[in-house]
T-cell receptor
Framework: DAGITQSPRYKITETGRQVTLMCHQT?????MFWYRQDLGHGLRLIYY???????DKGEVPDGYVVSRSKTENFPLTLESATRSQTSVYFC???????????????FGSGTRLTVV | DAKTTQPPSMDCAEGRAANLPCNHSTISGNEYVYWYRQIHSQGPQYIIHGLKNNETNEMASLIITEDRKSSTLILPHATLRDTAVYYC?????????????FGQGTELSVKP
């Protein structure tokens, strides 16, 4: 199906483990983004990518790693999970970075990650 | 990117117009105003955006003041399904402006 999908929807992991959250979009959008959402903080940008093999840090990148070897995929890895990374993670994509034709981002349904 | 200020919460009666204000007094000439909403537990949803002219689509209308320092999102006939957090964001246009930085938003409650 066309769209943007995140997997898994729910994940529980232990402190210190490596976790990878997947994001896949079928539109060939050049831009992709990762946000986390916590109570009291709203949505915060972790990393974004303007194209395959081009990534950049957002507001809260520490503890996360991203890669973009293919346009359609943008996985987010927590190299050594900590309890403070318990959050809801949203992936998004956009046709372009800006300008009037960039009507906006389309967000996935989110991954709820719990680190115990 | 310019910051925005929104009231933390608002109520609206079902069937009435919901007018959500946003202040962006430091907006610069190359920044658009975007509105998104987030219904509980879902990913944010794009609503509308504009530069300096008023805009309307099937979801809402966007009124931007002439000096562009504030804007109002109007949901003309609010329904219970419009209960959500509404985010006003200013965003630089062009390829350097890919990032959307969210604020705290306005929690709109539509009541029967």
């Amino acid at each position: 199906d066309a769209g943007i999908t995140q997997s898994p929807r729910y994940k529980i992991t232990e402190t210190g483990r490596q976790v990878t959250l997947m994001c896949h979009q079928t539109w060939s959008h050049s831009y992709m983004f990762w946000y986390r959402q916590d109570l009291g903080h709203g949505l915060r940008l972790i990393y974004y990518s303007a194209a395959a093999d081009i990534t950049d840090k957002g507001e809260v990148p520490d503890g996360y790693v991203v890669s973009r070897s293919k346009t359609e995929n943008f996985p987010l890895t927590l190299e050594s999970a900590t309890r403070s990374q318990t959050s809801v993670y949203f992936c998004a994509s956009s046709e372009s970075g800006g300008g009037p034709r960039a009507y906006g981002y389309t967000f996935g349904s989110g991954t709820r990650l719990t680190v115990v | 990117d310019a910051k925005t200020t929104q009231p933390p919460s608002m109520d609206c009666a079902e069937g009435r117009a919901a007018n959500l204000p946003c202040n962006h007094s430091t907006i610069s000439g190359n920044e658009y105003v975007y509105w998104y909403r987030q219904i509980h537990s879902q990913g944010p949803q794009y609503i509308i955006h504009g530069l300096k002219n008023n805009e309307t689509n099937e979801m809402a209308s966007l009124i931007i003041t002439e000096d562009r320092k504030s804007s109002t999102l109007i949901l003309p006939h609010a329904t219970l399904r419009d209960t959500a957090v509404y985010y006003c964001i200013v965003r630089v246009i062009g390829n350097q402006g890919g990032k959307l930085i969210f604020g705290q938003g306005t929690e709109l409650s539509v009541k029967p």
